[in-house]
Structures are given as C-alpha cells and as structure tokens.
C-alpha cells in the first residue's frame, strides 16, 4: 500500500501508541502492555478485509462487500476517526465474467496513470465456486472503479480451488508483485472451513510479478508459503512489507475465519520470492489486545508502522457468533487499527504509556 505519513496520526491516537523502543521477542510480552497499541473497532460495523490508501489528505479504507455495495469505502482525516461513506460504491459495476454478492478483500495502489483496484469475484463460469482476482482502474482512489472485461488472475478451479486476497506490493527495486491465496479449501472435504476433513487441500501463498501499470502480468507465479498443521485449514490474506533493514515480512491468516481461533502470523525472508521462515507464535490471537476477536486481514498502513486488520465483533454492541460468545447471528467484523515496530525478523506492537 502507498504509505501514510506518521505526521497525520492525530494527538488523541497518538497520546495512545506513542512510540517506544522494539520491545523484546513476542513470546515474553505482557498481553495488556504488548498490544497497547491497538485501537477499535475504529469502524464498528461490518467492515472485514480492510486495505488502505493515502491520497491528498486523505486515508480511504475498502472492505469486503456488505449490504449490497461491492467495495464499501470508509475515510478518514487523521487515522483516528473514521467515517463510513454510506452508500458509495468503489465498484458499482462488475466485469462480465463476475457474479453478484461476493467481492471479497479489495487492495487498491497508486501508478503513475492512476489507482489500481485488486479483488476477487466469484466466477459465472463457475456457478459463483470459484473465485478469481479481478482489476479495476481509477483515476480517484474513491472511484468508480472500472472492471476489466476478464480477470488478471484466474487459476483452474477444479485442481486449485481459484484465487482470492490478492495484495500489491512494490519493493524498493520498484519492481510490482500481487500476493494472493490459490483457495484450495474450496475444494475440501468438509469440516473447518471445509478443508477440516482429510485428504486435505493446499492453500499455498502465491507470488505473481507485475508490470509498472499493475494490470500487466510477468511471467508465472511462485508459491511462497502454505499451511501447516499449526494454521489448521488454511493460510490466507497475504500483506507484504519490506522493512528498513531489507527484511521482508510476509503478515497472513490461519485458521477459519468465522471463529475465534481466526489469527494473524507472519514469516520472515531476505528475498521477496522466499524462503520464507514462519514466526514462531502468531502476532495476533483472539485475547490479544482490547477485545479483539478472530483478527485477519491485517494491511500495511503507514509504510510498515500502522496497520489496519479485522476482528470479529460480539463481546460487546454487536452480537455476531456463538463461539466468541455472543448470540448466534450474522459474522460482523470490524476494522482495527494498531502500530508495530520491526526489529531484525521480529515485529511487535508497540506499547502505550
């Protein structure tokens, strides 16, 4: 994501993650200190796969479709207070090949021509089972958007199970890749996330380089990563980020995403295309923080210091699901916010005073 400068965090957010130095390894942190810098839902309704952009001002979130709006746009002046733009589309129409009522994970950058709009879309070739990466170009990051007539990334879905959560990312070389999830769960056996109930599937991290205009492929994707039994069924919503010391920080999802068990991990490379080594605890779990649930979709903000991510809400105005204790209902996830540090392969949330 283009970078948001840390001047514009404001003095009420600011008085709450102020900085400090790297606190040590993960492991030994105090779950009330350690996540101190965690603040929301900053959005309180339905809001999930939050990617964010800086422009002229301006830092405009996109979620997940929700109440009939494909891409849901929230804004906000100073990173603390966020206003959903009610109503507005960032994607009124959809491409040709697109089904209805699932536009999932959007990530939008900025080019030299514009803004550039990443997605998945359900297939009609499909019957809406498999998901494929779709592009839209803009040349105002609130849009409208306008689709391109077939998907940029579209993966068999009978052997793969389609694509979805892509993530663009530009590395200092300048070069362009997008991050996404072949969505082999899709094509499970049932269980947790319909990849509960063995054989189980892939659902490997892919790496797919692009060209200055964002929408041009180069050559073929490289798997990154893929689950293991500590992920459960499945790793998903990729975010890359390239620290100051030439690290590369590959921020994912384990588990299913409507439980509580929903958590955010990292691993660690000195190369963009791997290999990647995992964390060896989760960055975010269910607990950590001020009651937060089933965190996933974290994206890079501010150059690698804020960072948005979803957490399932139901402890407190609105009830979503039974297994974080609320009242079985419809899945609501909120968007979060939070400030990290980077340390050699480490990251941790910054504490508050």
């Not at 009610?86 to 939008?108: F, K, M, N, Y």
């Not at 974290?298 to 991510?309: E, H, P, R």
Request: aromatic letters at 10%.
């Amino acid at each position: 994501m283009v970078a948001i400068p840390t001047y514009l965090l404001a003095a009420s957010a600011a008085s709450q993650i102020k900085s400090r130095s790297p606190e040590p390894a993960v492991e030994s942190q105090d779950s009330a200190g350690f996540y101190g810098s965690v603040i929301g839902p900053v959005v309180g309704g339905n809001f999930p796969d939050p990617a964010v952009i800086y422009d002229a001002g301006t830092s405009y979130a996109y979620s997940t479709n929700s109440a009939g709006v494909h891409i849901p746009m929230a804004s906000s002046q100073d990173n603390a207070s966020w206003s959903v733009m009610t109503g507005h589309d960032a994607l009124p129409s959809l491409g040709p090949w697109e089904t209805d009522g699932q536009i999932w994970a959007p990530d939008v950058i900025r080019t030299d021509s514009g803004f550039v709009l990443y997605y998945a879309a359900a297939t009609k070739a499909s019957n809406g089972q498999y998901h494929c990466i779709g592009v839209a170009t803009s040349e105002d990051p609130t849009g409208p958007f306008a689709p391109q007539d077939q998907p940029l990334i579209c993966p068999d879905g009978p052997s793969t199970g389609g694509a979805i959560d892509p993530d663009g990312f530009q590395d200092s070389d300048g070069k362009r890749y997008i991050a996404y999830k072949l969505d082999g769960n899709a094509n499970g056996n049932g269980g947790n996330c319909n990849n509960g109930i063995a054989p189980f599937q892939n659902t490997p991290i892919m790496l797919q380089e692009v060209d200055q205009d964002g929408v041009t492929l180069i050559g073929g994707p490289t798997q990154i990563l893929d689950r293991d039994e500590a992920d459960g069924p499945l790793v998903e919503a990729p975010s890359l980020h390239r620290s100051d010391e030439g690290i590369y920080f590959l921020f994912f999802a384990s588990n299913c995403f409507s439980s509580p068990q929903y958590a955010t991990s990292y691993a660690t490379a000195t190369s963009v295309g791997g290999p990647y080594t995992k964390a060896a605890r989760p960055l975010l779990v269910t607990g950590d923080g001020p009651d937060v649930y089933g965190p996933g979709g974290l994206d890079i903000m501010a150059g690698g210091n804020l960072v948005s991510f979803h957490g399932i809400l139901g402890q407190s105005a609105s009830p979503a699901r039974a297994d974080v204790g609320g009242t079985q209902g419809p899945l609501v996830r909120g968007m979060y916010t939070g400030q990290m540090t980077f340390g050699g392969r480490e990251v941790s949330f910054q504490v508050s005073s």
